[in-house]
């Protein structure tokens, strides 16, 4: 994350005195030496929620259960798996119910059927009038109402930039969450991230995010969208902290990562390495490939005739197979890793 780069305050904790490091936007922080979470200037955050971690063998665990699945052909990827970090990141979050209330006004285009009459001409040349349907464009006027009632959170960092980091948030479930205890994680030494976003500055980006949901699905069913008024209420707000864990290791003299829900241990999202063995044998797959997909075309274009349906069939399949062959084949030998989701 690169704002972590940046210079560090220092911060006297209100309750043990002991001097945290703060970044230059921290509002709420915790105090790596108590736990204790408190604002910026010395007011206690309150009641806030956590979920527990999962110590570093139990994160190793569901690396390698994780590089186990996704190896494919390379059966060596679990053991030659070098770890050079595992770090546990408690990571802060806002978290609230909001109730929106959206009054909109617009309209949608329909096609109204119009009647129209016409002059024609019959074969002997006589002309005569008949009637048609034809339609043109209308307008109708909408006016309604959005209502709903859903939970909302927000990283409280403004330039969070940890790979998987936003894979990982949408794992963070309320109900796994337990009252705020220092105690429960400290044994874990966990990085705690400070949040940059305070409450006041969470409740009114909500607004405006729920305002926005409102606006897009108030519009998608209208051509023009008028006028979209919305309320809310947040309620609830309570403040969050979460394990999110990135493992780094090396294969091969490479570097790749993977992103860990700290509280299951499980992967979230990471990098499996594309090993020389298997861009060779991709290679051969799209080398093969241009050979099938050009002796398809010339079952298609030498000449056969038109009755000897069963060829014309063969060369269209060893054609449409042969491209593919090609595009996967060469696809494979661009990539130095595969991304897969846990």
Known sequence: MGSEAEAADMFKCPVCNGNVKTGPDDVVITCTYCGSTTTDEGKAIGDHLMETAVDADERIQGFQAFL???????????????????????????????????????????????????????????????TYTDYETGYVPVQDELHTDTDERLLARKGARFYGLEEYLETVKLEKTVPYDFEKIKDLEPALLNAEIGQEEYEKAIHGRVADNHRAQASSGLTELFDCRTTTNVRGTTYLQAPFSLIRYKFEGDLYKAAIDGNSGKVVLGEIPITRGQRIMWTLVGLIGIILSGVGGEFLFMGIPVEDTMQIVLGIAAAIIGVIMTFAGFRVLIMTQRTKKG
Do not use: C, F
Not at 89 to 110: L, Q
């Open 68 to 130: 186990d699945k996704n190896k494919g052909m390379n059966k060596s990827l679990v053991k030659g798996a070098q770890v050079v970090e595992n770090r546990l990141i408690y990571v802060p979050i806002w978290t609230s119910k909001v109730k929106a209330d959206s009054y909109y006004k617009g309209y949608k285009t329909v096609q109204v059927p119009v009647q129209k009459t016409r002059t024609v001409r019959d074969s002997d040349g006589n002309s005569r009038t008949e």
